[in-house]
């Protein structure tokens, strides 16, 4: 009874590893795509309603990023794939429309 349970947390921590590995490389794109951005001169010229939202992304990236990395090495809980599958979508929604005002300002320079 005791090496059945202990051989299903063992799998549900294989699982868990499994499912952050997946996701890691996803979160770690855009985080490196709003870091991109984020990094630009021209950022600064940005009005807040566009910084904000994108500056409070990378945080939550990067603690997502940290949280998923600390799950594949102790195979703690990985948050939920639907939560984080939206996040990445606002996110890019954020990028690419950082994306395009930077672009027009670059034109105007």
């Known amino acids: 009874m005791v090496r059945a349970k202990k051989a299903e947390a063992d799998k549900h921590v294989e699982k868990q ?10 979160v770690g794109v855009h985080l490196n795509n709003i870091r991109l951005v984020t990094n630009k001169d021209e950022f600064a010229f940005l009005p807040e309603i566009i910084r904000t939202p994108l500056e409070c992304a990378q945080q939550r990236f990067e603690v997502l990023a940290d949280s998923l990395q600390e799950s594949i090495s102790s195979g703690g809980d990985v948050p939920d794939n639907k939560a984080i599958t939206a996040e990445l979508a606002q996110g890019k929604k954020h990028i690419a429309l950082a994306t395009s005002m930077l672009s027009t300002i670059a034109k105007v320079r």
């Not at 590893?17 to 996803?26: C, D, E, G, V, W």
């Open 17 to 26: 590893k499994k499912a952050a590995a997946l996701l890691l490389p996803k």
